[in-house]
């Protein structure tokens, strides 16, 4: 092990918060983790995992503290009855089994919850639709019998919540989830009663549910107020030198902890394409000055020197972290033991906040065990099992080999790597090069890093092996992760079976990220973005910095239309009219390279235009028949060349096939499944 690092004693500090006490300052923020009340195996061992990798304190995601904060298909924490309390106090046990502190929070969604499941009215401080526009709900105005009920609820929770054991009792104000900020809002508060109106009367509640909480906590927990102190972007939103001060300066000494960030949720969880780390530090920095009580923020932390930097100059007391905490759940005990190379970086893609939308467990491209420590019993750091040790030769050094090959050589495996390019990493690589995509890299840097550390692991670049080869190499395994190319036929995502016609002719991403375009003259490109994500809005950047003109049209009714749930579509949209590209929706390509409005019917042939067609992808699997018809050859795919998918799916089937590979198991039982009801039951 490496000699201890004494640059970061601080971060292992004790933090008293009010009557408790923190073991170090790395704190393991509230997030939702996709398994719900409904799933709780799984969402206790996600957590459980983050206090054994030395995360100080490990904080429950928002937990509903009755029926009318249903928030429908997302599937939240429950706190609603005495029958939750067993489901918490696992959760708070299998916390504190490390010396964890557990925190949980404690939440009302007001006009952010549907009610759809329990058909109660939606509630709010004002009569307004709720605050999803696609949800064709309204709120009702709470009058006084009904603020009084949602205290009692309040309190209510939380003293079940101090029953189950949480030593931290969370009052939510943040993110535009939360009733209490809703009460804050002088835009969706338009009370003209006590509760309503000037500053004073908007604050109203959130002090009297304050003081709510820290009568139930009695001197035995301690009471966090998590709040949001701007809301950058919103015209009538809190701003950090305004009402949002304002509220800090007003309750300052009533929290035992401040924890403080940005809203709405695309502002608090931006991706690395359009903010670094740190980035909301600019907002949140003044609370310290006002209060005494120690404070925890976020901000994407994931460099050790910038953490410590952070306590030394008084900016935050506790280091918070969501995401970094899911893509290397032993992010601290890497630090204490002088194993900083060995941190998973988060990359800032928020994979991991798309599977909120669709209300599922969460995926991660760096971490592949996340939400399967329970249900497939991954450990992100402890080898998987090996039934013996083996030579295994994995053709291509992407983000899936690379994977695989990490997974082997932590069981103890003899592994080597043949990548036909001559620098690893594959799609990461050429995409980590394009505008703001530069963190895609850590994905590559991270595994040869690993590699590089074993005598049991060679990497071979510029080693395009062919069948013959790869027979004569003698590996006991053959695993295949050569990737995938793209499409220039005109076949994507809405565009299934129709080809381009006649003289057609398209250039593809692997076209422009191998340099097609770079010294060109200048000159006009229509990026089709028939994939829906990242890619075609990130080429029409590069090919705006390289001094030609964009423009982007899509079939869909958005720019970009994925990037919506990576809360990152909104950037995507106003960088690219900052950079004048035209944006077309609706706009289909047909198979004479014309384009036609989907609504309007009218014809658009963008005349002297060359086309970039970012469409579908075909697996690289050459290889695979010539290596089958050997007949005494085991060979296995992972990752793009298996089937195309994202980053994080790649290194996840390279994650997978590596344990497959070790220990077989019976493909009709891929996990364990949590089984909330037994129907021969009464």
């Known amino acids: ?44 061992a996600l957590r459980a995992m983050k206090a054994e990798g030395g995360w100080g304190t490990v904080a429950m995601q928002m937990s509903e ?50 009610n759809i499941t329990t058909g109660v009215p939606v509630l709010g401080p004002s009569a307004l639709p ?64 006590e509760y309503g109106g000037g500053f004073e009367n908007r604050l109203r509640l959130l002090r009297e549910v304050l003081e709510d909480t820290l009568e139930v906590a009695a001197g035995k927990q301690a009471v966090a107020l998590r709040f949001s102190v701007a809301e950058p972007g919103k ?60 404070v925890v923020g976020v901000g994407r932390f994931t460099s050790p020197d910038m953490m410590v930097s952070l306590i030394k100059k008084g900016r935050l007391d506790l280091v918070g972290a969501a995401r970094p905490s899911i893509a290397d759940p032993f992010l601290p005990a890497k630090i204490r033991e002088g194993r900083v190379e060995d941190i998973r970086e988060c990359i800032g893609c928020n994979i991991c ?54 997974t082997l050589l932590r069981a103890g495996q003899k592994v080597t790597v043949a990548e036909a390019r001559d620098e690893p990493g594959g799609r990461v690589t050429r995409e980590a090069r394009l505008p703001g995509l530069s963190s895609w890299a850590r994905v590559r840097d991270y595994r040869t890093q690993q590699l590089s550390q074993s005598r049991d692991a060679d990497l071979f670049l510029a080693s395009r092996l062919s ?65 829906h994500f990242y890619m075609a809005s990130a080429l029409a950047e590069e090919i705006c910095k390289l001094g030609h003109r964009a423009i982007y049209v899509t079939p869909q009714a958005t720019v970009a239309t994925w990037t919506d749930l990576t809360l990152e579509q909104d950037r995507i949209i106003a960088r690219l009219r900052d950079l004048d590209v035209a944006l077309h929706v609706n706009t289909t390509l047909r198979p004479d390279g014309q384009f036609e409005n989907l609504l309007s019917g009218e014809v658009q042939a963008f005349d ?35 089937v195309p998918g ?29 089984q909330v009801l037994n129907p021969t039951r009464q």
């Open 1 to 44: 092990m490496p000699p201890h690092d004494p640059r970061y004693d601080i971060l292992f500090e004790p933090v008293k918060i009010g009557p408790v006490t923190a073991p170090n300052r790395f704190y393991a923020a509230p997030h939702a983790t996709g398994h719900g009340w409904a799933q709780p195996k799984g969402a206790i």
């Open 65 to 114: 503290i009755s029926p009318d904060s249903d928030m429908a298909n997302h599937p939240m924490e429950r706190i609603w009855d005495d029958s939750d309390i067993p489901r918490h106090a696992a959760q708070v046990a299998a916390i504190k089994a490390h010396g964890s502190l557990a925190a949980i929070e404690l939440a009302h969604g007001g006009m952010r919850a549907r």
């Open 130 to 193: 709720v605050l999803r526009p696609e949800v064709p709900v309204q709120a009702r105005a709470m009058d006084k019998s009904d603020i009084r009920a949602f205290r009692t609820a309040h309190k209510a929770a939380a003293k079940r919540a101090a029953q189950a054991g949480y030593d931290v009792l969370y009052v939510y104000a943040a993110h535009d989830l939360s009733l209490l900020a809703h009460f804050l809002s002088p835009v969706l508060n338009q009370r003209s009663d």
């Open 235 to 294: 015209p009538d939103g809190l701003r950090h030198d305004g009402e949002g001060r304002d509220v800090v300066a007003a309750l300052a000494e009533l929290p035992d902890l401040w924890d403080v960030n940005i809203s709405g949720w695309p502002n608090d969880s931006q991706t690395a394409r359009f903010a670094q780390e740190g980035y909301q530090l600019p907002f949140t920095d003044f609370v310290k000055s006002l209060t005494s009580k120690p």
């Open 353 to 406: 906040v798309s599977m909120d939308a669709y209300g599922l467990p969460l995926r991660c491209t760096q971490n592949p065990t996340i939400s399967e420590e329970w249900r497939r019993g991954w450990h992100p750091e402890t080898p998987a099992l090996s039934q013996k040790r083996r030579a295994h030769l994995i053709v291509g050094a992407g983000p899936a080999g690379l994977e695989c090959a990490v």
């Open 467 to 531: 069948a013959a080869e790869i027979a004569e190499f003698g590996a006991d395994t053959i695993t295949l992760a050569t990737g995938a190319r793209w499409r220039a036929d005109g076949l994507g995502a809405s565009h299934l079976k129709t080809r381009f016609e006649g003289e057609t002719q398209a250039l593809t991403p692997d076209d422009i990220m191998k340099g097609a375009l770079a010294g060109a003259t200048p000159g006009t490109y229509v990026v089709y973005d028939d994939d």
């Open 608 to 642: 002297g235009a060359k086309l970039v067609m970012v469409g579908a992808r075909l697996p690289c699997d050459d290889l695979l028949a010539e290596l089958q018809a050997r007949s005494e050859m085991q060979v296995v795919q992972t990752g793009d060349c298996l």
């Open 646 to 674: 994202t980053i994080q799916a790649a290194v996840l089937s390279g994650h997978t096939v590596a344990r497959g590979l070790l220990t077989p198991t019976d493909p009709s039982v891929l996990f364990k499944r949590e």
